[in-house]
């Protein structure tokens, strides 16, 4: 674990809706890395909302502020072992958050996340900032 803490759509959604704990805990952070999956979740959100020309520009505006890493080579071989660790437990997970969890396992990122899905991903370091 490096100390670099990555944030899950469920958290960086809080911290855009302005929920004070998270905002707090955001704020305090010195970089905020978003998985490149995040980011596209989040403007598929914002362009899907009842106010895409109010929350697109906001979503955008926060996605600047955050280091955004591309996946690579590396990043889909940890999602292959990943997903067929899942499928072997019999625990499978949305394919959008494995894809979360093999960036975040393989640049040693912490996720903060309020979904529990991602307990189940062997080798990810987890954070839930509690309500």
Known sequence: MNG???????????FLNGDVAIV???????EIFLPMVVVGELLFGA????????NLPRYQEFISTCLVVPLGRETATIYARTRLALK????????????IASQCIEQGWVLVTDDTDFDYVD??????WDR
């Open 47 to 54: 362009e899907n909302s009842t106010r895409p020309l109010l």
């Open 123 to 128: 080798g990810l370091i987890l954070e839930c």
């Open 88 to 99: 072997r437990k019999g625990r499978p997970i949305p394919m959008n958050d494995v894809w």
């Open 24 to 30: 707090e805990q955001v704020l305090t952070l010195p």
């Open 4 to 14: 670099k803490v990555a944030l899950d759509t469920s958290v960086a959604i809080r």
